[in-house]
């Protein structure tokens, strides 16, 4: 007997791994914080200093925020802090107060 036929090697299937990196993920999704810079850099940056690092010892150094408190950021930034920082009612939207808001929180 010849025997009988010798058993085909399993082709193994190479399974395409579907690694696309659809680019739409990795597009950087400008979070709140990031918008919150843009404001920041606007209107506070030059009495908060860049990246919130205080340039002087008068201005409150922002990184020291209470990050649990909204409710003071959002009087602080409304109506000022006379007669050192102006109030922001009228140039600050609420979401610019939102943004802002996480930018702080971030720690800058
Ligand atoms: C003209 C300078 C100036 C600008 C511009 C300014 N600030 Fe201030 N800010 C100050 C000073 C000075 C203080 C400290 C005042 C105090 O403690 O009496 C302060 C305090 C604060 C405080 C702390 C308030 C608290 O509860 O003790 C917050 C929050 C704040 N600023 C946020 C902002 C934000 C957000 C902006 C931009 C929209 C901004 N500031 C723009 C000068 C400024």
Not at 16 to 25: D, E, N
Not at 39 to 49: A, E, K, P, R, S
């Amino acid at each position: 007997m010849r025997g009988a036929p010798r058993a085909q090697p399993p082709r193994t299937r190479v399974i395409p791994v579907l690694a696309i990196c659809v680019a739409l993920c990795a597009a950087a999704r400008a979070d709140d914080a990031d918008l919150g810079r843009e404001v920041y850099d606007d209107f506070c940056v030059t009495c908060h200093g860049r990246d919130m690092v205080n340039p002087g010892g008068v201005t409150f150094d922002l990184r020291k925020f209470p990050k649990e408190d909204f409710e003071r950021f959002r009087n602080a930034v409304l109506d000022g802090k006379p007669p050192a920082m102006p109030p922001w009612r009228d140039k600050i939207s609420d979401d610019d107060l939102k943004v802002l808001w996480a930018y702080v929180r971030s720690g800058g």
